[in-house]
């Protein structure tokens, strides 16, 4: 079992992500003009805090996890609302493919430090994509590696720069990164720590 998998029933306690999440989709509105036509794919969708915010405004949405414990949370949430655009998928994409040219619109919110080769989970993205459809990413600013407790075998968070051009290089045009938030939590040392989060997007070419 994972440590997200036991931090799942407590998951929506914590205000902080629900903001967070509300950023996130003004951020996505902003940037892109989403219509009912849209499918879509959440990546790393936790308990959906993020679609929920957005399920107005997408015809269609796939909610994908690697994490039982979540999906088990999340599908119980979508059965209470009676939400109807919703589907969710067990997925490890360090492992798998997500389906070809599926969607018009991947996002996800502190997923992506999550995973330790982000070149070929940005290669999968684009392929997941049909052609002109959008990824959208809200994650950490570089820090100092106090952000997470424990062991942790992820990213320090990115460089807005070397994210930019690997965004580039793995078929994505018109890449944004522009600041989105900055939040504060208990760090690793059990200290109050302010992170800064930003918000990219980019096009399939």
């Not at 990213?155 to 890449?175: I, N, P, Q």
């Not at 690793?188 to 990219?200: H, L």
Request: hydrophobic letters at 40%; charged letters at 25%; proline letters at 2%.
């Amino acid at each position: 079992m994972s440590s997200f998998d036991l931090q799942a029933a407590d998951w929506d306690k914590e205000p902080r992500r629900l903001l967070l999440s509300q950023k996130v989709a003004a951020a996505i509105r902003k940037e892109i003009q989403l219509t009912k036509n849209f499918r879509a794919c959440e990546y790393g969708c936790g308990t959906g805090l993020l679609s929920f915010c957005l399920k107005d405004d997408i015809g269609e949405i796939l909610l994908a996890d690697n994490s039982s414990g979540m999906l088990e949370v999340l599908n119980q949430k979508i059965k209470d609302h009676a939400v109807d655009n919703m589907k969710t998928l067990m997925l490890d994409l360090s492992t798998h493919d997500g389906p070809d040219a599926a969607f018009d619109l991947v996002y996800l919110q502190m997923a992506l430090h999550h995973i330790p080769d982000s070149r070929d989970v940005l290669l999968k993205f684009r392929r997941m994509l049909k052609p002109g459809g959008f990824l959208a990413i809200a994650d950490l600013d570089s820090e100092d590696g106090s952000f997470h407790h424990g062991v942790f075998t992820g990213h320090k968070g990115f460089d807005r720069l070397a994210l930019s051009m690997l965004l580039k290089e793995c078929g994505f045009d018109a890449v944004k990164i522009e600041d989105l938030c900055q939040f504060t939590k208990l760090n690793a040392r059990d200290v109050e720590q302010t992170y800064s989060i930003f918000f990219a997007c980019g096009r399939a070419v």
